[in-house]
């Protein structure tokens, strides 16, 4: 089974650029969550979709973060304008229902010039 | 607000001795316990968990861990590592229910693996 995918995998653009990062969840999970991952502040949750429906958004760091999921087998996390403090590697991962583990993908690692 | 330690971030072994990496958390229920494994640019990979039941749970590449409500702790522990097992591992706790599996993570811990 095709596990959770994410694209890029590398991302190098320039500050004031936006960045478009891609998720496709495992089939049939019903919960998709994106991480972001840095030296500093470690493993963070930004957000988490149950059924399509953002639940919480409260680790999103500022309004030029966004993140969609327009259905069950697509979501994004969008940043615009990106800046140099947004590099980092972001992860998405999906899990069947509370009660189950999640699955991460293998992340993007964005790199903001 | 769960939230989860791991006091070491650095721990280094020998091939073949036994490993215990240390995990703490706090939560007002009985949590939902994961321990997972990040090698140099991958995901992260379930290694177990714990829901109900048994406190001491297997997971895959012969690694363990036991869940102790009176420490609040759940320690992973391996009897004989393996050079292959150099990676960083992280503890999660979550609160299941509505929260739709949020997870908290700790800190993570790096393993070196001597020869």
């Known amino acids: 089974d095709a596990g959770v995918i994410q694209s890029p995998r590398h991302e190098v653009t320039e500050m004031g650029q936006e960045v478009t990062l891609r998720c496709k969840p495992i089939s049939g999970h019903n919960s998709l969550f994106w991480y972001r991952q840095t030296m500093m502040r470690g493993l963070e949750l930004l957000i988490y979709?149950?059924?399509?429906?953002?639940?919480?958004d409260s680790g999103m760091p500022e309004d030029r973060f966004s993140a969609k999921m327009p259905n069950a087998s697509f979501s994004t996390l969008k940043i615009q304008p990106s800046e140099p403090r947004d590099s980092a590697v972001y992860f998405c991962?999906?899990?069947?229902?509370?009660?189950?583990?999640?699955?991460f993908g293998d992340g993007t690692r964005l790199s903001i010039l | 607000a769960q939230s989860v330690t791991q006091p070491d971030i650095h721990i280094t072994v020998s091939e073949g001795a036994s490993l215990e990496l240390r995990c703490n958390y706090s939560y007002g229920a009985t949590p939902y316990l994961f321990w997972y494994v990040q090698s140099p640019g991958q995901g992260l990979q379930l290694l177990l968990k714990y829901f109900s039941g048994d406190t001491l749970v297997q997971g895959i590449k012969g690694f363990e861990a036991e869940f102790k409500r009176s420490q609040s702790s759940f320690n992973l522990r391996k009897p004989s590592v393996h050079w292959s097992d150099a990676a960083e591992y992280f503890c999660?706790?979550?609160?299941?229910?509505?929260?739709?599996?949020?997870?908290?993570f700790g800190q993570g811990t790096i393993l070196t693996v001597h020869p």
């Open positions: 979709f149950n059924n399509n429906v953002p639940i919480d």
């Open positions: 991962a999906s899990s069947y229902d509370s009660n189950q583990p999640q699955h």
């Open positions: 999660a706790v979550g609160a299941g229910g509505t929260s739709y599996g949020k997870l908290t």
